[in-house]
Structures are given as structure tokens and as C-alpha cells.
């Protein structure tokens, strides 16, 4: 059973189009988080929800709206997408929102194409 | 500059020999240090957690250290193995106040193990 899992892996599409991508874990976590790493494959947090409540939101421009529709699910909604936004998005998921031991665990990751 | 520094960038060994990974912060005041693995097309995976109390941490082939007076980390690998070829990513967890688990990712070692 895949714990963390994403949906698209891949995902190619032209700039100024909306997409989404899904994200769901099996875990019973309360914590979802979204990353970002870039070309240098540096991560870097976007997002992170706490049982539905937005905890974590980085720098991150409007064009990106994260939902929890529950807790087991975080979906990633992009607009009006730009070439800067090609990336590969990790999902991850942990057992509390502490600061303190908890661990993380990520989903495969979407590599999003923008051309 | 990013507060987690790690080296070296990249390193390539042969299978069968041991190697030694750096890890240099200024995430300060830090909840635990973590050391990730990421097999290329894949999600990080956890190899160890230390608490900044914690000088050491084994995981089967794999040794974390922490020297928190200096702000050093390192993780060696015994015997290598062709298998251990990914990016190993160092990680810190600041404490933040009002909770929250936002991890703090150094750049990353890419090691190739070959034969």
C-alpha cells in the first residue's frame, strides 16, 4: 500500500494554463505539507495543513491555492502557469504539527513541465 | 546563503568503500537534525533523526553524528553498495514558536556508487 501518493506523476502543460494535482495519504496523519524543488534540487516548503487548518504558507505566490477538503487529502491548484513554475512538487505528510521529532514522509513527486 | 550547507556536492566511490558526508548549519535553535535519502524519480526517505542532545544515530550502514557546539553533522556509509547511489539531504528542524514542523533542507550530496 503506497502511504503518501500523487497524482499526476508527470505533468505537461503550456504557460497560462490552470492545473491541479492531488495528494493523498493512508497514514492517518493529521499534517500535509507541499515542496517545491527546483532545477537544483533544492526543497523548499510551500504549504502545510493541519487537520484542514492552513499552518504553514510560505512566500508563495497567489497563483497557488492549496485545499484540504480532509485531512487525508491536500490538493495543489495552480493558474495562469509560467515557465518558472517547472518543478518537481512533493507532497508529504506527518503525524503532528510539532516542531519536536515528527517525521515526514513524502509522496514519489509531480514533475510539472511548463513550456 | 542557505543555512544548511552540505558537501561535498557530488562524490563518486567504489563499491565496497566507506564514505563520509558534511553537513554544516545555522539553524538555531534546532528541535532535531535529520539525514534524507532520495533516489533519483523519488521522494525523500528518512535515514536517521537526532535531537540536538543526540551525538549519534545508526541506521545499518549508515552513521549520523552531531556536534552541536560546532553546528556540524556528517554521515558515513560503510561498505557502499551500488544501491546507495542517490542525493543524501540534511535536515533541520527549527523550533518555531507556535508550533509547526517547518524542516530547513540543506542543498544535498549526489553520490554515485560504481563498481
Known amino acids: 500500500d503506497t502511504a503518501v501518493s500523487q497524482t499526476p506523476k508527470y505533468l505537461v502543460t503550456q504557460m497560462g494554463n490552470d492545473k491541479s494535482i492531488k495528494c493523498e495519504q493512508n497514514?492517518?496523519?493529521?499534517?500535509m505539507y507541499w515542496y517545491k524543488q527546483d532545477s537544483k534540487k533544492f526543497l523548499k516548503i510551500m504549504f502545510s495543513y493541519n487537520n484542514k487548518e492552513l499552518i504553514i504558507n510560505e512566500t508563495v505566490p497567489n497563483r497557488f491555492s492549496p485545499k484540504s477538503p480532509d485531512k487525508a487529502h491536500l490538493n495543489l491548484h495552480i493558474n495562469s502557469l509560467e515557465l518558472g513554475d517547472s518543478a518537481v512538487y512533493f507532497c508529504a505528510s506527518s503525524p503532528f504539527r510539532s516542531s519536536g521529532g515528527s517525521e515526514q514522509y513524502f509522496g514519489p513527486g509531480t514533475r510539472l513541465t511548463v513550456t | 546563503k542557505n543555512q544548511v550547507e552540505q558537501s561535498p556536492q557530488s562524490l563518486i566511490i567504489l563499491e565496497g568503500k566507506n564514505c563520509t558526508l558534511q553537513?554544516?548549519?545555522?539553524?538555531?535553535?534546532?528541535?532535531?537534525l535529520r539525514w534524507y535519502k532520495q533516489d533519483t524519480g523519488r521522494g525523500p526517505v528518512s535515514l536517521t533523526i537526532m535531537t540536538f542532545s543526540e551525538n549519534t544515530k545508526s541506521n545499518g550502514r549508515y552513521t549520523a553524528t552531531l556536534d552541536a557546539d560546532t553546528k556540524q553533522s556528517s554521515l558515513h556509509i560503510t561498505a557502499s553498495q551500488l544501491s546507495d547511489s542517490a542525493s543524501y539531504i540534511c535536515?533541520?528542524?527549527?523550533?518555531?514558536?507556535?508550533?509547526?514542523?517547518?524542516?530547513?533542507f540543506g542543498t544535498g550530496t549526489q553520490l554515485k556508487v560504481e563498481l
Open positions: 535536515v533541520v528542524s527549527p523550533i518555531l514558536t507556535g508550533g509547526g514542523n517547518k524542516l530547513t
Open positions: 497514514l492517518g496523519h493529521d499534517t
Open positions: 553537513c554544516n548549519y545555522t539553524v538555531s535553535p534546532f528541535s532535531n
